[in-house]
T-cell receptor, first 114, second 111 residues
Framework: EAQVTQNPRYLITVTGKKLTVTCSQN?????MSWYRQDPGLGLRQIYY???????DKGDVPEGYKVSRKEKRNFPLILESPSPNQTSLYFC?????????????FGPGTRLTVT | GQSLEQPSEVTAVEGAIVQINCTYQ??????LSWYQQHDGGAPTFLSY????GLEETGRFSSFLSRSDSYGYLLLQELQMKDSASYFC????????????FGAGTRLFVKA
């Protein structure tokens, strides 16, 4: 089954404690992306990757890191989380430039930073 | 800069037709997509337009006019299960390949 998986689904942590949210896709997609969703703001892109070892900033990259060492995985790292990073996070993947711009989303990770 | 505008809420009755508009500002426009998100769920892809005109997928259609920087999603024969949030999104090829989403339109379908 084609899917994007994220772990954990729910996470409560404290300010400053480093955390990683994993993301994996099994569709051999080149493009992977992280979004955060906050009420009234839609989805805002944090980072994206066009392929292995190629990452770039989205609109809200501050406080986040990513890496793309394998095509299927795209972890999101918060080195020192702060309360303003409390949000719902989605990972997504897609092909690039094949005439149908369909992003597949993971189930989401609800993060609370106290 | 880059931005997308869509109405925050739309209400319609079951069986009716509803149109959700989206206007965008981006310098490196690549295409306009539409996603549906039910409460507690992840966004799911509905439709994509790279060229001007209408794309039809079952009860859903999407339209794009690149000269007007405008598109819309048309939902026909509305059903209660269509109550959800709908997001337009553009890809921007300026300096990369960003994806920018609108803030979303909450659709309420009434019996």
């Amino acid at each position: 089954e084609a899917q994007v998986t994220q772990n954990p689904r729910y996470l409560i942590t404290v300010t400053g404690k480093k955390l990683t949210v994993t993301c994996s896709q099994n569709m051999n997609h080149e493009y992977m992306s992280w979004y955060r969703q906050d009420p009234g703001l839609g989805l805002r892109q944090i980072y994206y990757s066009m392929n292995v070892e190629v990452t770039d900033k989205g609109d809200v990259p501050e406080g986040y890191k990513v890496s793309r060492k394998e095509k299927r995985n795209f972890p999101l790292i918060l080195e020192s989380p702060s309360p303003n990073q409390t949000s719902l996070y989605f990972c997504a993947s897609s092909y690039v430039g094949r005439g149908r711009d369909e992003q597949y989303f993971g189930p989401g990770t609800r993060l609370t930073v106290t | 800069g880059q931005s997308l505008e869509q109405p925050s809420e739309v209400t319609a009755v079951e069986g009716a037709i509803v149109q959700i508009n989206c206007t965008y500002q981006t310098s490196g426009f690549y295409g306009l997509s539409w996603y549906q998100q039910h409460d507690g769920g992840a966004p799911t892809f509905l439709s994509y337009n790279a060229l001007d005109g209408l794309e039809e997928t079952g009860r859903f259609s999407s339209f794009l006019s690149r000269s007007d920087s405008y598109g819309y999603l048309l939902l026909q024969e509305l059903q209660m299960k269509d109550s959800a949030s709908y997001f337009c999104a553009v890809r921007d090829r300026t300096g990369g390949f960003k994806t920018i989403f609108g803030a979303g339109t909450r659709l309420f379908v009434k019996a």
